[in-house]
């Protein structure tokens, strides 16, 4: 899988780089969440991430550039546009990547401890079926539509279905029928479960809520605790 593919498809494979924008599909306006980090390399906005610890963010691996030295988290967005729209925010440069061994997460390590509230973290093994979670990002409410100029979020309902396609335990399979999604470039971004963040956004199975994202689900990947707290801390 190449690094500069944002956020995979399971129907069609990966998207091309042009398909970077954050996309939300059928979401509306989120409140100002200081844990939520844009993810830039070299100025231009990539994927999303999330505040765990005040000198830590994770996102997706996929999301790694080839070279990973001009990374910077801007943490507290809520407007894409300079100013954040009067909602404070810091811009923090990354010191240390941390890709995980296995699956699609990476830890990076910011030059400077964030002021901000980093977000609890879920670290229990099981989400009720059909439970509502909340999917957070940048993008179009459809493929081929503009950005919003401000971040959105997303109801989308677990799915434990243990008869979908290949389903793997360390994702969390995620819908909520036609015209509600995550789309490509939303990689990285967080999925909150009663307040804590229990998965970062993988790949997209519903093409952007074209499809019936129940049988065709979009997945996250569950946070590994024993890798974070082998390479943070506790």
């Known amino acids: ?14 998207g091309s780089p042009d398909e970077s924008a954050l ?15 844009g993810f830039y390399v070299g100025g231009g906005f990539r994927c999303g991430s999330s505040l765990i610890k005040k000198r830590w963010v994770i996102t997706a691996k996929h999301c790694l550039p080839s070279n990973e030295n001009h990374i910077k988290v801007r943490l507290g967005a809520w407007k894409m546009q300079a100013g954040n729209g ?4 810091e811009l923090i440069a990354v010191k240390k990547v941390v890709a995980h061994p296995t699956y699609d997460l990476a830890l990076l390590k910011l030059k400077r401890p964030s002021s901000f509230n980093p977000v ?8 009720p079926d059909r439970y509502p979670l909340k ?20 109801t989308l309902y677990n799915i434990a279905n243990a008869g979908i396609w290949h389903k793997k335990p360390h994702l969390i399979y995620v819908g909520a029928g036609v015209g509600k999604d995550v789309c490509h470039g939303d990689s990285g971004g967080p999925l909150i ?14 093409q952007c809520g074209q499809h019936d994202s129940i049988k065709r689900p979009s997945a996250y990947t569950k946070i590994d605790m024993p890798w974070l707290n082998r390479v943070v801390g506790n």
């Open 193 to 206: 479960y009663k307040g804590k963040l229990v998965g970062v956004a993988f790949w997209t199975g519903s």
């Open 23 to 37: 996309k939300i599909v059928g979401g509306h306006q989120a409140s100002h969440k200081p844990f939520y980090g």
């Open 1 to 14: 899988m190449k690094r500069l593919l944002i956020l995979c498809s399971l129907v069609f494979g990966c």
């Open 135 to 154: 999917a957070i990002g940048f993008g179009s409410l459809g493929k081929g539509m503009g950005s919003p100029s401000q971040l959105q979020q997303v």
């Open 86 to 89: 009067g909602k404070p925010f």
């Open 120 to 127: 609890r973290i879920y670290s229990g093994n099981n989400i």
